[in-house]
């Protein structure tokens, strides 16, 4: 009998009216897990969800049925998008088998731990952040059967109130934990293969949900460590292509370089991607990275319109995001800029700005990504919202959704969504509850999201087979 059973609710599942989009991405947030736990002597049973097979993943009862034999502590992760689903799926394990005790964990629930543990009693405990330490102590009290006041990192119930222990402290040598827990995996069943060399962004974008989620402190592992790993996962696993995803990677020149030259030395026959940010960078760096086997490249450009630059606070102009996307596509063979629009303080004006830095862009053979803005809790942005900074209102609007919390139950089309009679019922969760899932609102579609919808779907960012 195992003593815990974690279950990976993130999936990258999109359903479009002539395909489905899925790739299978390591869950390295539950591996880490897995590692320390197992460290510590704990039997874990791993699920990753993104498994499951059958038409369609979204049927509670075929989520209860991967859930089968689970042990008597569940602990789910999840992102924004599908923690909707993953509350609904913990109400019906606990009712079904109501001596569980759920756990949730990753960024979804992070900023409405409170209501979540109000509204449902189904969720028993919510860890906050960083899980490492927390998941350690937690189930050493669980299995103690002590009282869990004592557990810092965590949000739980005590006597039906909801209660916030102390935070954990972030940690700060990520060196020194366990890799990844890759063996308890068929490794050759996924397409993604990330690997995280730092946690964690000092940037303030107010739009941004990963800063808030690690306190705007990054915490970086040493570049030896991260190529060792890489080789790991090249010479155990076969692995020839490898996601840097995490925001801050292009932390400062000199780590970059470093990290070029080790993976140099290392003689892998490896490639790899990363996200980069437009004044980290220059033509050393980008050189050397191209030359050291990166491929992709990925900017969150965000805006063509300095105004809007400043108000997010994203620290660099429109002019030097296209000097750096010019030269980066010189470079790379793909480069991706990442594109929000629908900003409250987005004129129009604005926003033909950004549409004329997008076609640009379009025409090196950059992949442009519009994305739709997403208030989502943990955001600056959001919280300027709640305290009236912008007026008007937030709106649940049944065919638009941000591609930050595609669920995968809708069919997305032309930056439109459908939803169908069956999958109804989760979306009128979502609009009941706008406390927890603000991230899926509007402000003010009509005048703010549909024209400017309309502008990018005639120029082509948006069509049938896209989000
Ligand atoms: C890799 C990645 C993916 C991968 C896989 C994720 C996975 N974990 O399996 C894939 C490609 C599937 C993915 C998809 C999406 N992603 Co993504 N993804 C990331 C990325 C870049 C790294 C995640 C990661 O590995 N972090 C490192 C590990 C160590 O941290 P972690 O996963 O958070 O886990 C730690 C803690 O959270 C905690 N923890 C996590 N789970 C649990 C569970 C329990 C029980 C406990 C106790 C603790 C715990 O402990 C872990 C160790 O400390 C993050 C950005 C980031 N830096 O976090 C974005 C991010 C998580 N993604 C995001 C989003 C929105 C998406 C999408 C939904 C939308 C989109 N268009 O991108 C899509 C899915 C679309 C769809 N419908 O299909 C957002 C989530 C926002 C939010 N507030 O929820 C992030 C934060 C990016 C951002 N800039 O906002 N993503």
Redesign the pocket.
Same mark, same amino acid.
């Given at each position: 009998m195992h003593d815990i059973t %974690?279950v990976?609710m993130? &999936? =990258?599942?999109?359903v479009y009216a002539d395909r489905v989009d899925r790739?299978l991405?390591v869950? %390295?947030? =539950?591996l880490? %897990?897995v590692s320390v736990l197992e460290e510590h002597g704990y039997r874990v049973d791993l699920r990753d969800y993104q498994l499951a097979t059958g038409e369609n993943p979204f049927d509670i009862e075929h989520t209860l049925a991967f859930l089968e034999d689970s042990a008597p502590i569940v $602990?789910?992760?999840c992102?924004?998008?599908l923690l909707p689903y993953t509350l609904l799926v913990a109400q019906a394990l606990k009712a079904r088998y109501p001596e569980k005790t759920v756990? =949730? $964990? !990753? /960024? +979804?629930p992070?900023a409405v731990e409170r209501g979540i543990l109000q509204k449902f009693d189904a969720v028993d405990i919510i860890?906050r952040?960083?899980?490492?330490r /927390?998941?350690v102590d937690l189930m050493d009290a669980l299995t103690a059967g002590r009282d869990l006041h004592s557990v810092a990192g965590i949000s739980w119930r005590s006597n039906g109130h909801p209660i916030e222990n102390r935070p954990r402290p972030r940690i700060t040598d990520l060196d020194a934990l366990p890799w990844p827990a890759y063996h308890r995996l068929d490794m050759a069943a996924y397409q993604?293969y !990330?690997v #995280?060399t730092s946690?964690g962004c000092p940037y303030r974008c107010t739009f941004?949900?990963?800063a808030p989620?690690w306190e705007h402190q990054a915490v970086l592992r040493s570049v030896q460590s991260v190529v060792a790993e890489m080789r790991h996962l090249f010479e155990t696993y076969g692995v020839t292509m490898f =996601?840097l995803?995490?925001?801050y990677f292009v932390s400062d020149k000199g780590r970059m370089l470093d990290f070029c030259s080790a993976l140099k030395s290392a003689g892998l026959p490896v490639h790899w991607k990363c996200f980069t940010r437009i004044n980290l960078v220059d033509e050393e760096m980008l050189r050397a990275m191209a030359d050291a086997g990166c491929v992709h490249v990925r900017y969150g450009v965000e805006s063509g319109s300095d105004a809007v630059l400043r108000q997010v606070a994203k620290g660099f102009t429109a002019r030097r995001a296209g000097e750096v996307i010019a030269l980066s596509a010189q470079i790379f063979p793909e480069v991706d800029a990442f594109f929000i629009w629908g900003f409250p303080f987005e004129t129009m004006t604005d926003f033909y700005k950004s549409v004329f830095q997008m076609v640009l862009f379009r025409n090196w053979g950059v992949r442009v990504l519009p994305c739709l803005l997403s208030f &989502?809790p943990?955001t600056a942005i959001y919280r300027d919202y709640l305290a009236g900074k912008y007026g008007g209102q937030l709106y649940f609007c049944p065919d638009l959704t941000p591609?930050? #919390? #595609?669920? +995968?139950h809708e069919t997305s089309s032309a930056g439109h969504i459908a939803i169908s009679t069956e999958q109804r019922p989760l979306f009128d969760f979502i609009a009941a509850h706008p406390d927890l899932f603000p991230g899926f609102l509007q402000w003010e579609p009509e005048t703010n999201v549909r024209p400017k919808l309309k502008v990018l779907c005639d120029l082509g960012f948006y069509s049938n087979s896209s989000l």
């Open positions: %974690l990976n993130n &999936l =990258l599942y999109i790739e991405h869950p %390295l947030g =539950l880490y %897990l $602990g789910f992760s992102m924004a998008n756990i =949730l $964990g !990753g /960024t +979804g992070t860890v952040g960083e899980g490492e /927390t998941i993604g !990330g #995280v946690r941004c949900s990963v989620i =996601l995803q995490d925001e &989502l943990q591609e930050y #919390v #595609v669920t +995968g």
